[in-house]
């Protein structure tokens, strides 16, 4: 008879090979607990975890299970998955030498007690608890990336999770032994930016510099050539060339270059015609493209130069109300249904206005009465956030005066059809056909209050 490694090993692998997602630390840890010769009931595994009950007796396990029973191809429990694994290990050992299976130490996720709880800023680490994945746009994802000249958009307003999602794209292709480079143009000079040659010349020895190449672009960018078709040449016959395994690159804040409307027009024209020559190159089949950019710049682009117009796009919503009570459970928060309703209410779903509620309601800094009542105020949890949309707003007078008419009105009003993408692409309202309506509490009473 295996041991419980080489079952616990089998499900991982059955999973991985099914799916291309490994099972989480957390589910490989409620499924030991299901058949250890004491088994433990949901609430003693919650309790040693430090999650809630309902986490995971209505989110982890349930998930678990039905995940299990689509890999393996029957019903699958808590009570049956000891003798359903024996009898997959028999099946295989009947047709034949079955793969053997690497004896290795399976790791035990620490519980929410040991953990350091993380404030909520930038993206969520890769080992994080703390990320809920966003079904069904991580499995698309990686389902498009290993197509041959892949191109991925993901757009979201500002800390959506969209660099969250990208680094785990990037962490998917490098477990399939691709080359990946992540580049910020946070990172690049406003000059560089205004100029299309240095902004590209900028782009390439980044790229080269991330891949662990030696820059070269003096033997391939050529003055009469232009930038452009300088940048392909260095791409084509040097980076992709000297590289043997697919190459994604993870292009981040591209929204950075919409203030130079004619340089964005250029480059992303020249992303688009990178994605026309896979269809017919080997050699351009290599590269895969993830561009991220925040949805408040709005920028008219023509559509038939547009990288945004083919491959897969993702937009991020906010949370439902299942990723809500996931989320909280791994704060080890058990929040009751007209709780949940109030936050849901309060922040409109919004992932890191819910993480912040959160981190403070964890840490019992204040109580959740008290967190929404202070919540647009100038000193509460969310002053830094909400400052930071008004300053915005300020320097975009359309755009505050439309929000002044949202927040004034009853009901959803209608708009005029540029400003109300600007507002929506800000995350500031929800759209219902041509009609604009604030998108949560919190951005209702804080505006109302300071656009009065």
């Known amino acids: 008879m295996v041991d419980v490694y080489e079952k616990l090993t089998l ?57 299990l029973s689509e890999v393996l191809e029957e019903n699958v429990n808590k009570t049956n998955i000891h003798a359903v694994l024996e009898r997959k290990l ?15 130490q399976i790791a035990v996720i620490p519980t929410l007690k040991s953990i350091e709880l993380e404030f909520p800023e930038g993206q969520v680490p890769l080992a994080s608890p703390f990320y809920i994945e966003r079904v069904p746009y991580e499995q698309r994802c990686y389902e498009k990336i290993v197509k041959p000249g892949a191109f991925l958009h993901i757009k979201a307003p500002k800390q959506m999770g969209k660099t969250s999602l990208s680094i785990r794209i990037l962490a998917f292709a490098a477990q399939l032994g691709y080359r990946t480079a992540s580049l910020n143009l946070l990172q690049a000079d406003k ?43 260095y791409f084509q016959d040097y980076l992709l060339a000297q590289i043997k395994s697919p190459v994604v690159l993870a292009l981040d804040e591209l929204n950075e270059i919409f203030a130079h409307p004619q340089i964005a027009q250029d480059f992303f024209s020249l992303l688009r015609s990178w994605y026309e020559e896979a269809k017919n190159s080997e050699i351009w089949q290599k590269l895969r493209l993830v561009a991220i950019n925040s949805t408040e710049v709005y920028i008219p682009l023509n559509i038939n130069c547009s ?6 796009s993702i937009q991020l919503r906010p949370f439902s109300w299942e990723q809500v009570q996931e989320l909280a459970g791994r704060h080890g928060i058990d929040l ?11 922040t409109g779903g919004h992932p890191y206005l819910l993480r912040l509620a959160l981190y403070y309601l964890t840490r019992r800094d204040l109580t959740l009465e008290e967190l929404i009542q202070t919540a647009d105020s100038d000193t ?73």
């Open 336 to 346: 009751a249904k007209d709780e949940l309703a109030e936050l849901m209410f309060l």
């Open 307 to 312: 990288p945004f117009q083919v491959g897969l």
């Open 191 to 233: 000059a560089t930016i205004a100029d299309l040659d240095k902004f590209l010349r900028w782009f390439a020895f980044n790229i080269s510099r991330k891949l662990k190449l030696e820059a070269k672009l003096e033997n391939y960018w050529h003055e009469d050539l232009g930038s452009k078709a300088s940048c392909t040449s």
């Open 90 to 104: 028999a099946s295989q050992e009947q047709m034949g030498d079955p793969a053997p299976i690497e004896r290795k």
């Open 380 to 452: 509460g949890i969310y002053s830094d956030h909400l400052h930071r949309i008004l300053w915005y707003l300020q320097q975009h007078p359309d755009v505050l005066t439309a929000l002044q008419q949202v927040v004034k009105a009853k009901a959803p009003i209608k708009l005029e059809q540029v400003q109300a993408f600007k507002l929506h692409g800000m995350g500031l309202v929800n759209l219902r056909g041509s009609r604009a309506m604030t998108s949560c509490n919190l951005y209702e009473r804080y505006f109302r209050a300071v656009l009065s």
């Open 11 to 67: 499900a991982e692998q059955l999973v991985f090979a099914k799916t291309g997602i490994s099972l989480s630390d957390l589910q490989i840890c409620v499924l030991r607990q299901s058949w250890q010769s004491q088994r433990k009931t949901y609430d003693q595994i919650a309790e040693e975890l430090g999650y809630s009950s309902s986490y995971i007796k209505q989110g982890v396990a349930p998930k678990l299970w039905k995940l």
